[in-house]
């Protein structure tokens, strides 16, 4: 796949020096472009764009701008753009992305985002095509890492172009519109996203023993690999960890699920939350119930975390209680706009934490 995409950026240049001398091709081998977000360099010609989120910034010059992207095995993947600060929408990988430049604008800032999570495959960026490429000015801003399971990876939540059951089970995923990236755009924040679909804290949504958040985090790619590591240098000023609904949650409703089991959730998040302050010592923790779960449930989810809380009484870690949402994404997710409500609830919230 990478070879054929050597040969397009070929083409294209060739293409381009015909019309516009100034028009041309900026592999990875640029040092302009900024990544965020769990990212490998796989070689000269391509970065991995891991986790939801997980984004390439750049300042662009001309009539116009050609991306080129794709997904692992040729699948067609999708990725949230930004110009200028204005979202253009999710974009499928496997077709041409060609963006107008405004006239008006000398350099343009332009971002590209994840908006896939890590187990659906990686995205690779393979570099742009442009008049020019500068590398952007990037503000010092406080960073919030958003952790959790399929609402916070904005899974099933974008169903305008794919109605659910429509596609791959990831065509409706649109990390940029999750609540998360909502919470940290209204509060001129940037983000991180280590979410996994499927994951609790002790158990998973439809098994009792595969590998938990805690067993993947510290993993590049959220998976079992455990020979890439994630590094762990810029500490976020907030970790917002939502996890909960898997543990809770009674699976398929076929497969044999044991009932909640308190104590064992409760010693693994005391665990996790023990891990975080090993990377980040001076870290504040958001502990946030789920929108998902209600009734009793949520009643066990809010004292587990009010235990974990007590656990450290020397740090500062802060308590959210989501108001229930009914979901109207896809498979009982919530869809853009449930996130969107659901952001409105936690701005307030992360704006006294930031």
Same mark, same amino acid.
Not at 91 to 100: A, V
Not at 143 to 164: H, L, Q, R, V
């Given at each position: 796949?990478?070879?054929?995409?050597?040969?397009?950026?070929?083409?294209?240049?060739?293409?381009?020096?015909?019309?516009?001398?100034?028009?041309?091709?900026?592999?990875?081998?640029?040092?302009?472009?900024?990544?965020?977000?769990?990212?490998?360099?796989?070689?000269?010609?391509?970065?991995?764009?891991?986790?939801?989120?997980a984004s390439v910034k750049m300042q662009v010059s001309g009539d116009s701008v050609q991306i080129f992207l794709s997904?692992?095995?040729?699948?067609?993947?999708?990725?949230?753009?930004?110009?200028n600060g204005n979202y253009l929408g999710r974009f499928r990988t496997d077709e041409t992305i060609k963006i107008d430049l405004p006239d008006s604008v000398r350099k343009n800032s332009l971002s590209i985002y994840k908006a896939?999570?890590?187990?659906?495959?990686?995205?690779?960026?393979?570099?742009?095509?442009?008049?020019?490429?500068?590398?952007?000015?990037?503000?010092?801003?406080?960073?919030?890492?958003?952790?959790?399971?399929?609402?916070?990876?904005?899974?099933?939540?974008?169903?305008?172009?794919?109605?659910?059951?429509?596609?791959?089970?990831?065509?409706?995923?649109?990390?940029?519109?999750?609540?998360?990236?909502?919470?940290?755009?209204?509060?001129?924040?940037?983000?991180?996203?280590?979410?996994?679909?499927?994951?609790?804290?002790?158990?998973?949504?439809?098994?009792?023993?595969?590998?938990?958040?805690?067993?993947?985090?510290?993993?590049?790619?959220?998976?079992?690999?455990?020979?890439?590591?994630?590094?762990?240098?810029?500490?976020?000023?907030?970790?917002?960890?939502?996890?909960?609904?898997?543990?809770?949650?009674?699976?398929?409703? &076929? /497969? $044999?699920?044991?009932? *909640?089991?308190?104590?064992?959730? %409760?010693? =693994?998040?005391?665990?996790?939350?023990?891990? +975080?302050?090993?990377?980040?010592?001076?870290?504040?923790?958001?502990?946030?119930?789920?929108?998902?779960?209600?009734?009793?449930?949520?009643?066990?989810?809010?004292?587990?975390?009010?235990?974990?809380?007590?656990?450290?009484? &020397? /740090? $500062?870690?802060?308590? *959210?209680?989501?108001?229930?949402? %009914?979901? =109207?994404?896809?498979?009982?997710?919530?869809? +853009?706009?449930?996130?969107?409500?659901?952001?409105?609830?936690?701005?307030?919230?992360?704006?006294?934490?930031?």
């Amino acid at each position: 796949m990478i070879q054929k995409i050597l040969l397009l950026l070929l083409l294209v240049c060739i293409s381009c020096s015909e019309t516009s001398k100034k028009f041309q091709t900026f592999t990875t081998q640029n040092n302009a472009y900024k990544y965020s977000g769990r990212t490998e360099k796989i070689n000269d010609t391509a970065v991995a764009l891991i986790n939801s989120g997980a984004s390439v910034k750049m300042q662009v010059s001309g009539d116009s701008v050609q991306i080129f992207l794709s997904g692992e095995n040729q699948q067609p993947f999708f990725a949230n753009i930004e110009l200028n600060g204005n979202y253009l929408g999710r974009f499928r990988t496997d077709e041409t992305i060609k963006i107008d430049l405004p006239d008006s604008v000398r350099k343009n800032s332009l971002s590209i985002y994840k908006a896939t999570e890590a187990t659906t495959g990686t995205l690779y960026f393979h570099g742009i095509a442009a008049e020019e490429v500068s590398t952007p000015e990037i503000e010092n801003r406080p960073k919030i890492e958003f952790i959790g399971n399929s609402i916070t990876c904005g899974m099933g939540a974008d169903t305008e172009e794919y109605p659910c059951d429509t596609g791959e089970w990831y065509f409706q995923h649109n990390a940029y519109l999750a609540y998360g990236p909502r919470v940290a755009r209204a509060l001129n924040a940037d983000f991180e996203l280590s979410c996994v679909s499927g994951l609790g804290m002790y158990r998973n949504w439809n098994d009792e023993d595969q590998p938990v958040m805690p067993d993947v985090y510290e993993n590049l790619y959220l998976n079992n690999d455990n020979a890439k590591k994630a590094k762990f240098k810029e500490a976020p000023e907030v970790v917002s960890i939502a996890l909960g609904t898997n543990d809770l949650s009674l699976g398929d409703g &076929e /497969k $044999e699920r044991a009932d *909640f089991n308190q104590g064992k959730f %409760t010693s =693994n998040y005391i665990k996790f939350v023990e891990m +975080i302050y090993k990377k980040y010592p001076e870290v504040k923790i958001a502990l946030l119930t789920s929108p998902m779960v209600s009734g009793e449930n949520h009643e066990l989810l809010l004292e587990s975390l009010q235990n974990v809380k007590e656990i450290f009484p &020397e /740090k $500062e870690i802060n308590i *959210f209680e989501f108001d229930a949402v %009914t979901p =109207n994404g896809c498979d009982y997710h919530p869809d +853009i706009e449930d996130h969107e409500l659901m952001a409105e609830q936690l701005i307030p919230f992360f704006k006294e934490l930031l």
